[in-house]
Each structure stands twice: as structure tokens, then as C-alpha cells.
Nanobody, 120 residues
Framework: QVNLVESGGGVVQAGGSLRLSCAAFGAIFSINAMGWYRRAPGKQRELVANITSSGRTNYLDAVKGRFTISTIARDNAETTVHLQMNNLKPEDTAVYYC???????????WGQGTQVTVSS
């Protein structure tokens, strides 16, 4: 079993910044990738950014140049990844979810989500 805990969401004015953090705990032996999805009200869930264990990144076009995903960090107890979000826009308002893709797991593990609200 793997648990993910997100933090760092909040309310910010347009143009501001937030840093989301995701910590994964549990039986993690190797990792394919970690990433962030978001779901805005009335919209479909979309991939914001992800990074593979080899460091290859992928970004949603709408966030390129503004968001940066960190490398995956591992220590004894937890595996972490961060999402630095700069120059936030009202359209970035959504619940952001952390996801981890493990080669030995039949499905990805998801966090509970953290709310990001950008006011104009």
C-alpha cells in the first residue's frame, strides 16, 4: 500500500506563486514516474506535469514556462516531488492531485488533492 500526501495549496492573487509538495509513503521499490493532475470545476481532469525516474519531464502546454516539477527525491521514509507554480492565472484554479506510477502496481496511486485558487 502506498499513500500520498499533498500540501502547499491555497489562495493567491494572479501573478503570484505557490509550491505544491507531494510525499509518498509505503512499499516503494522503484518508480516509473510521479506527477500532478488537476481538475477545475466543470472541466475534465488534465495532466499538469510529470517526471520520470530518469528525469524526463512533460508539461501541459498552458503551464509551460510557468510551472516546474522537481526531480523525484527519495530518503529512508518518503519519496517526494514538488511543483513550483509561478505567474499563476485564474484559469489555474483547480484541485491538484499527486500521482505515482510504480512498475509493480496494477494502477497508479493518487493523493487526496489540494485546492489552488487564483483570484483576479
Amino acid at each position: 500500500q502506498v499513500n500520498l500526501v499533498e500540501s502547499g495549496g491555497g489562495v493567491v492573487q494572479a501573478g503570484g506563486s505557490l509550491r505544491l509538495s507531494c510525499a509518498a509513503f509505503g512499499a516503494i521499490f522503484s518508480i516509473n514516474a510521479m506527477g500532478w493532475y488537476r481538475r477545475a470545476p466543470g472541466k475534465q481532469r488534465e495532466l499538469v506535469a510529470n517526471i520520470t525516474s530518469s528525469g524526463r519531464t512533460n508539461y501541459l502546454d498552458a503551464v509551460k514556462g510557468r510551472f516546474t516539477i522537481s526531480t523525484i527525491a527519495r530518503d529512508n521514509a518518503e519519496t517526494t516531488v514538488h511543483l513550483q507554480m509561478n505567474n499563476l492565472k485564474p484559469e489555474d484554479t483547480a484541485v491538484y492531485y499527486c500521482v505515482i506510477d510504480l512498475p509493480e502496481a496494477p494502477a497508479d496511486y493518487w493523493g487526496q488533492g489540494t485546492q489552488v485558487t487564483v483570484s483576479s
